[in-house]
């Protein structure tokens, strides 16, 4: 009887070990720490770690350490970039770095009031709710009330507006604690997140409708499933290349956010194996959605143009070459809320 020999094929590294070479590779190698976009990609990398539960090694956040130390005499000098540093400090301790810095951090900017300069309330919201981790309570008794009058607005999100759309996932992060308490939102709430996943879908955008479908699982609903079967397609897209973003964007974000979805569905978030030498992410190209060319089409039937989809439908399948049709007919498939949100989408006037 033959034996069987083992081909020593190299075993693929654990999750810990990839997050430990993803945290490695943001804090040292893409960016230096003086430019405010470390501050915003470190921010979002820690921010969804924190809150995809990840199991970090003992020594992951030995690369934050210097910056840690310094993060009073920073936020001292640089109190505009107020939360990123409250965001960054919080979560490194909550994923387990020894230290107490954040709350002094957060007894400075409450008793500074930063948040009373804030034009947004989203990042009002941001701020009152990164200061809420370390017990300071907020100073607008009002906030609540217009964050939801905004979430509670469905029209607003029928009609495609990326700021909008980024702003309503975020109110519903900073409402859920993201995810660890059901937020109390209102049926126009969640019809006003079919809608930003609906326009998600049909441009395409995985980085959106990744968070909306976070956000509709914060929220306590179930995304479509056309929807996460395809963001489940989609994030073995990714290529993870031993180099740097050389000053322009790349698909980190994407990645990111993918990742932090895939973690809230059980499947295997962040692949790819991370090179120590450097790090890009690159995604490849996804087939083109069929929005714009709704909108710049329905924009030329002028008064031909209805509210209804049945009969708007055959018109659209007519002159949609066949890859946009049948991600329209997703779209149609995949909500039961689309009639409603078509009729907003087309500003028919009638």
């Given amino acids: 009887m033959n034996k069987v020999v083992p081909i020593g094929l190299p075993k693929r590294p654990g999750l810990a070990v990839r997050q430990a070479l993803l945290l490695e590779n943001f804090a040292l190698n893409r960016r230096d720490s003086g430019d405010v976009y470390w501050l915003k990609e470190n921010a979002e990398l820690l921010n969804i770690l924190r809150n995809s539960g990840a199991g970090l090694l003992p020594d992951a956040l030995e690369v934050y350490a210097t910056f840690y130390d310094t993060l009073e005499e ?7 970039y107020y939360r990123f540093l409250l965001s960054i400090g919080l ?25 009373a300069a804030e034009l947004s309330d989203l990042q009002r919201a941001e701020a ?20 939801h009058d905004f979430i509670n607005t469905p029209q607003t999100f029928a009609l495609p507006n990326k700021k909008a759309a980024y702003e309503l996932t975020h109110i519903v992060f900073y409402l859920s604690d993201y995810g660890r308490v059901v937020p109390d939102l209102a049926p126009e709430a969640m019809i006003s997140l ?3 996943g609906l326009l998600a879908w049909l441009d395409q955008d995985v980085d959106l409708l990744a968070e909306v479908c976070i956000a509709i699982r914060f929220a306590g609903g179930t995304p479509g499933r056309i929807w996460e079967d395809w963001l489940s397609s989609e994030s073995a897209g990714f290529v ?4 740097s973003p050389d000053g322009g964007q790349d698909a980190y974000h994407e990645y990111l956010v993918t990742g932090w979805w895939a973690s809230q569905t059980g ?8 090179d120590r030498r450097g790090l890009s992410i690159c995604r490849v190209a996804a087939a083109r959605g069929p929005l714009r060319s709704i909108s710049e089409y329905m924009f030329r039937l002028g008064d031909a143009r209805s509210s209804d989809w049945g009969q708007m439908r055959g018109l659209l399948q007519s002159v949609l070459p066949e890859d946009e049709h049948r991600i329209l007919e997703g779209a149609a498939a995949s909500s039961d809320a689309f009639d409603e949100f078509f009729h907003g989408f087309a500003r028919a006037g009638n």
């Fill in 267 to 274: 499947a295997a978030p962040f692949p790819g194996i991370p």
């Fill in 74 to 80: 920073r936020l001292q000098f640089f109190p505009q």
């Fill in 240 to 243: 993870l290349l031993p180099d």
């Fill in 91 to 115: 979560d490194l301790e909550d994923l387990g770095m020894t230290g107490d810095t954040g709350a002094r951090l957060c007894q400075r900017v409450a008793d500074s009031d930063y948040a």
């Fill in 128 to 147: 009152r709710h990164l200061l809420a981790r370390r017990g300071q309570a907020g100073s607008d008794p009002q906030l609540n009330g217009r964050l």
């Fill in 194 to 196: 079919e809608f930003a």
